[in-house]
Protein backbone atom coordinates (compact mmCIF):
# COMPACT_ATOMS: atom_id res chain seq x y z
CA UNK A 1 0.00 0.00 0.00
CA UNK A 2 1.44 3.59 -0.70
CA UNK A 3 2.36 5.93 1.79
CA UNK A 4 -1.23 8.46 0.88
CA UNK A 5 -3.25 5.58 1.23
CA UNK A 6 -1.75 4.72 4.40
CA UNK A 7 -1.67 8.23 4.95
CA UNK A 8 -5.52 8.81 4.49
CA UNK A 9 -6.32 5.26 5.85
CA UNK A 10 -4.74 6.42 9.57
CA UNK A 11 -6.46 9.67 9.08
CA UNK A 12 -9.62 8.29 8.53
CA UNK A 13 -9.44 5.90 11.46
CA UNK A 14 -8.38 9.18 14.08
CA UNK A 15 -11.48 11.27 12.37
CA UNK A 16 -13.82 8.41 13.50
CA UNK A 17 -12.32 8.54 17.12
CA UNK A 18 -12.66 12.48 17.30
CA UNK A 19 -16.22 12.09 15.80
CA UNK A 20 -17.46 8.90 18.37
CA UNK A 21 -16.18 10.86 21.14
CA UNK A 22 -19.07 13.34 20.67
CA UNK A 23 -22.32 10.73 21.65
CA UNK A 24 -19.63 10.35 25.11
CA UNK A 25 -19.43 14.11 25.41
CA UNK A 26 -22.42 15.52 24.24
CA UNK A 27 -20.93 18.69 25.83
CA UNK A 28 -18.85 19.46 22.38
CA UNK A 29 -21.78 19.82 20.40
CA UNK A 30 -22.18 23.23 22.17
CA UNK A 31 -20.63 25.03 19.74
CA UNK A 32 -22.20 23.55 17.18
CA UNK A 33 -25.72 23.70 18.22
CA UNK A 34 -26.91 25.73 21.04
CA UNK A 35 -24.40 28.87 21.41
CA UNK A 36 -25.17 29.70 17.73
CA UNK A 37 -28.99 28.90 18.43
CA UNK A 38 -28.36 31.71 21.13
CA UNK A 39 -26.38 33.95 19.59
CA UNK A 40 -28.80 34.19 16.97
CA UNK A 41 -32.17 34.82 18.90
CA UNK A 42 -30.10 36.88 21.28
CA UNK A 43 -29.06 39.45 18.49
CA UNK A 44 -32.20 38.73 15.92
CA UNK A 45 -35.04 39.71 19.04
CA UNK A 46 -33.03 41.62 21.55
CA UNK A 47 -30.93 43.79 20.16
CA UNK A 48 -32.68 43.68 15.86
CA UNK A 49 -34.91 46.71 16.93
CA UNK A 50 -32.22 48.82 17.84
CA UNK A 51 -29.62 48.33 15.08
CA UNK A 52 -29.48 50.50 11.52
CA UNK A 53 -28.91 47.57 9.26
CA UNK A 54 -29.73 49.32 6.19
CA UNK A 55 -32.37 47.99 3.66
CA UNK A 56 -32.23 44.28 4.83
CA UNK A 57 -34.61 42.90 7.86
CA UNK A 58 -31.77 42.86 10.64
CA UNK A 59 -32.26 38.69 10.72
CA UNK A 60 -31.00 38.59 7.00
CA UNK A 61 -27.72 40.94 7.73
CA UNK A 62 -27.32 39.26 10.73
CA UNK A 63 -27.44 35.50 9.88
CA UNK A 64 -24.21 35.13 7.21
CA UNK A 65 -22.34 37.02 10.11
CA UNK A 66 -23.38 34.62 12.37
CA UNK A 67 -23.22 31.80 10.36
CA UNK A 68 -19.26 32.77 9.93
CA UNK A 69 -18.84 32.66 13.03
CA UNK A 70 -19.99 29.99 14.15
CA UNK A 71 -18.30 27.76 11.47
CA UNK A 72 -14.85 30.28 12.95
CA UNK A 73 -15.75 28.90 16.14
CA UNK A 74 -16.22 25.27 15.24
CA UNK A 75 -12.67 24.78 15.39
CA UNK A 76 -12.23 24.60 19.32
CA UNK A 77 -13.07 21.18 19.16
CA UNK A 78 -9.40 20.87 18.06
CA UNK A 79 -8.57 22.96 20.34
CA UNK A 80 -9.41 21.43 23.25
CA UNK A 81 -9.32 17.73 22.04
CA UNK A 82 -5.45 18.07 20.84
CA UNK A 83 -4.89 19.72 23.91
CA UNK A 84 -6.54 16.91 25.97
CA UNK A 85 -4.56 13.89 24.40
CA UNK A 86 -1.25 15.87 24.92
CA UNK A 87 -1.90 16.13 28.38
CA UNK A 88 -3.08 12.85 28.77
CA UNK A 89 0.29 11.24 26.61
CA UNK A 90 -2.19 10.02 24.25
CA UNK A 91 0.21 11.52 21.40
CA UNK A 92 3.17 9.68 22.93
CA UNK A 93 1.00 6.50 22.31
CA UNK A 94 0.50 7.90 18.61
CA UNK A 95 4.18 8.51 18.08
CA UNK A 96 5.18 4.56 19.28
CA UNK A 97 2.20 3.35 16.55
CA UNK A 98 3.23 2.13 12.81
CA UNK A 99 0.95 4.92 11.81
CA UNK A 100 1.67 8.18 9.75
CA UNK A 101 2.48 11.35 11.94
CA UNK A 102 0.48 13.22 9.58
CA UNK A 103 -2.60 11.65 10.48
CA UNK A 104 -3.34 13.22 13.87
CA UNK A 105 -3.92 16.77 12.94
CA UNK A 106 -5.45 16.01 9.39
CA UNK A 107 -7.99 14.04 11.15
CA UNK A 108 -8.93 16.83 13.39
CA UNK A 109 -8.87 18.80 10.76
CA UNK A 110 -11.37 16.85 8.68
CA UNK A 111 -13.00 15.94 11.35
CA UNK A 112 -13.80 19.58 11.66
CA UNK A 113 -15.43 19.92 8.24
CA UNK A 114 -18.20 17.38 9.18
CA UNK A 115 -19.25 18.87 12.28
CA UNK A 116 -19.69 22.00 10.68
CA UNK A 117 -21.76 20.55 8.00
CA UNK A 118 -23.92 19.91 11.39
CA UNK A 119 -23.10 23.58 12.63
CA UNK A 120 -24.57 24.75 9.24
CA UNK A 121 -28.14 22.61 9.07
CA UNK A 122 -28.90 24.11 12.23
CA UNK A 123 -28.18 27.56 11.84
CA UNK A 124 -30.17 27.55 8.33
CA UNK A 125 -32.40 25.67 10.09
CA UNK A 126 -33.15 28.56 12.92
CA UNK A 127 -32.46 31.06 10.45
CA UNK A 128 -35.53 30.11 8.38
CA UNK A 129 -37.90 29.94 11.13
CA UNK A 130 -36.58 33.54 12.24
CA UNK A 131 -37.13 34.54 8.82
CA UNK A 132 -34.34 34.51 6.84
CA UNK A 133 -34.28 33.96 3.51
CA UNK A 134 -31.68 34.24 0.06
CA UNK A 135 -32.33 37.44 -1.16
CA UNK A 136 -32.49 36.84 -5.65
CA UNK A 137 -29.52 34.54 -4.42
CA UNK A 138 -28.71 31.76 -7.68
CA UNK A 139 -27.88 27.71 -6.60
CA UNK A 140 -24.42 27.75 -7.37
CA UNK A 141 -23.93 31.17 -5.29
CA UNK A 142 -25.41 29.40 -2.50
CA UNK A 143 -23.47 27.13 -2.79
CA UNK A 144 -20.20 28.98 -3.02
CA UNK A 145 -21.26 30.33 0.03
CA UNK A 146 -21.15 27.09 1.83
CA UNK A 147 -17.73 25.59 0.20
CA UNK A 148 -16.30 29.24 1.56
CA UNK A 149 -17.84 28.53 5.22
CA UNK A 150 -16.60 24.88 5.01
CA UNK A 151 -13.37 26.43 4.26
CA UNK A 152 -13.21 29.49 6.41
CA UNK A 153 -13.72 27.09 9.31
CA UNK A 154 -10.97 24.33 7.80
CA UNK A 155 -8.24 27.98 8.23
CA UNK A 156 -9.14 28.33 11.98
CA UNK A 157 -9.18 24.46 12.77
CA UNK A 158 -5.50 25.30 11.58
CA UNK A 159 -5.23 27.91 14.16
CA UNK A 160 -7.41 26.43 16.96
CA UNK A 161 -4.79 23.07 16.44
CA UNK A 162 -1.67 25.63 17.06
CA UNK A 163 -3.57 27.16 20.09
CA UNK A 164 -4.11 23.43 21.82
CA UNK A 165 -0.79 22.33 21.18
CA UNK A 166 0.63 25.24 23.11
CA UNK A 167 -1.75 25.02 25.66
CA UNK A 168 -1.36 22.78 28.90
CA UNK A 169 -4.63 22.34 30.04
CA UNK A 170 -8.09 21.85 28.12
CA UNK A 171 -9.34 25.02 30.06
CA UNK A 172 -5.81 26.81 29.03
CA UNK A 173 -7.07 26.31 25.53
CA UNK A 174 -10.49 27.25 25.78
CA UNK A 175 -9.44 31.11 27.46
CA UNK A 176 -6.39 31.65 25.14
CA UNK A 177 -8.94 30.90 22.14
CA UNK A 178 -11.73 33.35 23.22
CA UNK A 179 -9.11 35.79 24.59
CA UNK A 180 -7.53 36.12 20.42
CA UNK A 181 -10.66 35.37 18.60
CA UNK A 182 -13.42 36.64 20.39
CA UNK A 183 -12.87 40.38 20.33
CA UNK A 184 -12.33 39.69 16.44
CA UNK A 185 -15.66 38.92 15.63
CA UNK A 186 -16.94 41.85 17.89
CA UNK A 187 -14.57 44.14 15.74
CA UNK A 188 -16.26 42.93 12.61
CA UNK A 189 -19.70 43.21 10.20
CA UNK A 190 -20.48 40.06 11.29
CA UNK A 191 -23.45 41.75 13.74
CA UNK A 192 -23.27 45.75 12.93
CA UNK A 193 -21.83 47.65 9.73
CA UNK A 194 -18.31 48.26 10.01
CA UNK A 195 -19.86 51.60 8.95
CA UNK A 196 -21.22 53.13 11.48
CA UNK A 197 -17.94 52.56 13.75
CA UNK A 198 -15.77 55.07 14.94
CA UNK A 199 -12.74 55.62 13.25
CA UNK A 200 -10.05 53.50 13.96
CA UNK A 201 -12.19 50.86 14.72
CA UNK A 202 -14.35 51.22 11.78
CA UNK A 203 -10.80 50.60 9.57
CA UNK A 204 -9.64 47.66 11.84
CA UNK A 205 -13.00 46.34 10.80
CA UNK A 206 -12.37 46.52 7.32
CA UNK A 207 -9.02 44.96 7.51
CA UNK A 208 -10.57 42.00 9.94
CA UNK A 209 -10.93 38.85 7.60
CA UNK A 210 -14.43 38.56 9.56
CA UNK A 211 -15.65 41.56 7.93
CA UNK A 212 -14.33 40.35 4.31
CA UNK A 213 -15.69 37.11 4.90
CA UNK A 214 -19.44 37.69 6.03
CA UNK A 215 -19.46 40.46 3.89
CA UNK A 216 -18.69 38.29 1.09
CA UNK A 217 -21.43 35.83 1.84
CA UNK A 218 -24.37 39.01 1.95
CA UNK A 219 -23.11 39.45 -1.46
CA UNK A 220 -23.56 35.94 -2.62
CA UNK A 221 -26.81 35.49 -0.49
CA UNK A 222 -28.08 39.14 -0.42
CA UNK A 223 -26.70 40.52 -3.64
CA UNK A 224 -24.77 43.32 -1.77
CA UNK A 225 -21.82 44.98 -3.82
CA UNK A 226 -19.47 42.16 -4.15
CA UNK A 227 -16.38 44.26 -4.62
CA UNK A 228 -13.11 42.54 -3.92
CA UNK A 229 -15.02 40.57 -0.91
CA UNK A 230 -15.80 37.29 -2.71
CA UNK A 231 -12.26 36.54 -3.68
CA UNK A 232 -10.00 38.17 -0.98
CA UNK A 233 -12.48 35.69 1.78
CA UNK A 234 -10.78 32.77 -0.32
CA UNK A 235 -7.37 34.73 -0.49
CA UNK A 236 -7.87 35.03 3.17
CA UNK A 237 -8.73 31.39 3.71
CA UNK A 238 -5.49 29.88 1.65
CA UNK A 239 -3.35 32.23 3.49
CA UNK A 240 -4.82 31.41 7.07
CA UNK A 241 -4.08 27.96 5.95
CA UNK A 242 -0.45 28.62 4.72
CA UNK A 243 0.48 30.59 7.81
CA UNK A 244 -0.86 28.08 10.61
CA UNK A 245 -0.89 24.49 8.90
CA UNK A 246 2.74 24.82 9.06
CA UNK A 247 3.22 26.58 12.39
CA UNK A 248 0.65 23.74 13.91
CA UNK A 249 2.49 20.71 12.01
CA UNK A 250 6.47 22.01 13.33
CA UNK A 251 4.56 22.60 17.36
CA UNK A 252 3.23 19.01 16.97
CA UNK A 253 6.62 17.46 16.15
CA UNK A 254 8.06 19.48 18.98
CA UNK A 255 5.04 18.14 21.32
CA UNK A 256 5.85 14.70 19.90
CA UNK A 257 9.53 14.58 20.08
CA UNK A 258 9.52 15.31 24.34
Known amino acids: MSSLAVSASDTWVLARRNLKRIPRQPDLLIAYTIQ ?60 SLPMSRAAVLTARTFSDILLNCVSLVVLFAVGFLAGFGFIGATAGEIVL ?64 PFTTVSDAMRSLWLGTPAHTDVWMSFVWCFVLIAVFAPLAVARYRRVAAK
Open 145 to 208: GIVLLLLIGYAFSWIFALIGLFSSSPETANSIGFTVIFPLTFASSVFVPASTMPDGLRQFAEAN
Open 36 to 95: PVMFTLLFVYVFGGAIDSGPFDYVDFLMPGIIVQSIAFGGFVTALGLSEDVKKGLIDRFR
